[in-house]
């Protein structure tokens, strides 16, 4: 089998990886303001207790329980695959997301909101013009690091048989065929400089104010 | 301005009780540490609710706040606009912020900040505005010119402060609360 050949194999398994990946974040992130809303609201216990299993228990296991949950329960298994890592995934990371949302708007002094409120701006308007600017330029590193961990996850999918690129290097090593599956570290050292470049360049657009 | 009866407690603890005054004229509300006098001065400004008694004023009520709380994502035009789109360009100059507009809070000096955050409440052209601690964000030298400051609006300004050469300055009344008793006292009547 020739390099052009693994190559070839090898990408196909990792378009995977980034519809997985691109697909988790889309879901994620606002089920991830969902849960803040509620984790900071008046369902804060039971959110807590979310919380607590989402981050508290393997991805792994949350996977195969999105996998045979449904059908065994309520006899509506979900047919595809990916459709039940992009479910898990998105599910498992808004949880994450949660916590850093909710870290950043705590980490917003009350004081911003009360000089909104002396100026007499609605209570909307304090979320949006006030809170919500700050809050994006204090969650950028916590919010980094999950998207860089994220990259590395999806790679968790094929324990469902998603044939995603790691799955599709272990083929290769089946037939004896071992350097491919150290290879696909390539593949994610150049997405993670990727995102780790982007990052760079976000932290730069905030940086024209300290706080 | 007329406050009545305004009682105040957090948890067991009473910060204000039986609290009343009068005035028409700027008021400096000084005390002891604790005193309730940050209490008292939310209360009027509705940042907190009273558990009794009344707050009765004619007009708009502004906040300065003791660390000034300015909006450090935006610059100091920005700041004050936010409010007030239509603010007047000429408060800048007057509070000596002109080359200042577009700089963003971080970059300033405490005294600057302190204009930024009166130039923002001025800008809502309110009929009463409040100050808490003034003085105690700014290097002591600059407190004279933070009196002149206050002396020179065409408000109602009511003004706590810890100190009484300060109060003296800014206000011919004196409103004392006192932590243990909680009464009030009127001195130099005006
Ligand atoms: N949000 C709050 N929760 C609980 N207790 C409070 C709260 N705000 C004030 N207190 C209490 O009320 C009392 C009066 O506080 P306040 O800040 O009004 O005092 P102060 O006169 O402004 O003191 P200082 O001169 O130190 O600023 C204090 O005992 C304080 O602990
Ligand atoms: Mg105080």
Known sequence: ?211 | MRVSNICKSFGGNKALEDVSFETSGNLAIVGESGGGKTTLLRILAGLETADSGTVEYDGKIGFVFQDFNLFPHMTVWENITIAAPDADIGLLARLGLESKKDEYPCNLSGGQRQRVAIARALALDPDILCFDEPTSALDPLLTDSVAELINSLDKICIIVTHDMEFADKVAKKKLIVDARSNAIYKRKGA
């Open chain 1, 1 to 211: 089998m020739s390099f052009g050949e693994v190559n070839l194999k090898l990408l196909e398994g990792f378009q995977l990886n980034c519809y997985l990946y691109i697909l988790t974040l889309l879901f994620s992130l606002p089920l991830g303001l969902i849960f803040c809303y509620l984790r900071m609201g008046k369902s804060k216990a039971i959110m807590q207790g979310v919380i607590w299993f989402l981050r508290g228990s393997p991805l792994m296991i949350q996977l195969f329980i999105v996998m045979y949950v449904p059908g065994l329960l309520f006899n509506i298994p979900i047919k595809s695959r990916f459709t039940v890592a992009v479910i898990a995934f998105s599910i498992n990371y808004a949880a994450y997301f949660c916590e850093i949302f909710r870290g950043g708007i705590e980490s917003i002094p009350k004081g911003q909101w009360e000089a909104g409120q002396v100026l007499g701006l609605s209570k909307w308007a304090i979320e949006r013009k006030i809170v919500f600017p700050q809050v994006v330029k204090k969650i950028i590193p916590p919010f980094g690091n999950e998207l860089l961990t994220l990259i590395k996850d999806t790679t968790l999918a094929r324990v469902i048989a998603v044939p995603e690129m790691l799955m599709a290097s272990t083929e290769f090593t089946t037939k004896g065929l071992i350097w491919p599956l150290f290879y696909t570290t390539v593949f994610f050292l150049i997405a993670t400089a990727f995102m780790t470049f982007f990052l760079k360049w976000l932290e730069g657009r905030f940086a024209y104010y300290e706080g």
